[in-house]
């Protein structure tokens, strides 16, 4: 930001939300548990979901894995901050309770969250600032996504097309982050949260 922002660009400097997303595979988890490791003062948001949990995540910690009839009482009872269908199968969302909560607290939150869930995030808190993790380059997303090696052939086609898109829309963010080192872009994300890394 330069000495000449005002008006909503100077929001964005304090703004007690930040919205981390960006195209599928490009690292968003890895970076946000590199966060939750190291900076603790920061809060990240746990995301609800109706997918199967993948080997080794947590229930309340990577995602709250939650059942079709749960996820949409949530949306009817007005009680997410975000939701979409992503990759046509699976609903994300981020529980509004929560996240307001640790803004009342003064907080420093941490909501990552995919393409669709930024854009309703943007209509809801406009004062958030919005931040895309990029990939070095596209060989590198491509490697990153099929060495995770939990989806089939079929599952990483649909993967990547969405990956497409989601990379064009980089320019509706305010910053962009790139995932070259998981530690560099959380030691980059966390400072545009006002927090460093005094060890």
Known sequence: MNDSSTGADAVKASAPVTVLAGPTAVGKGTVSAAIRARYPEIWLSVSATTRAPRPGEVDGVHYRFVSEEDFSSLIEAGQMLEWAVVHGRNKYGTPRGPVEEKVAEGRPVLLEIDLAGARQVRES?????????????????????????????????????????????EGEFDVTIVNDTVDRAADELAGLLGVRDLT
């Open 125 to 169: 808190l406009p004062e958030a600032r919005f931040v895309f993790l990029a990939p070095p380059d596209w060989d590198t997303l491509v490697h990153r996504l099929v060495g995770r090696g939990t989806e089939d052939a079929e599952e990483r086609e649909r993967r990547l097309a969405t990956a497409r898109v989601e990379l064009a829309a």
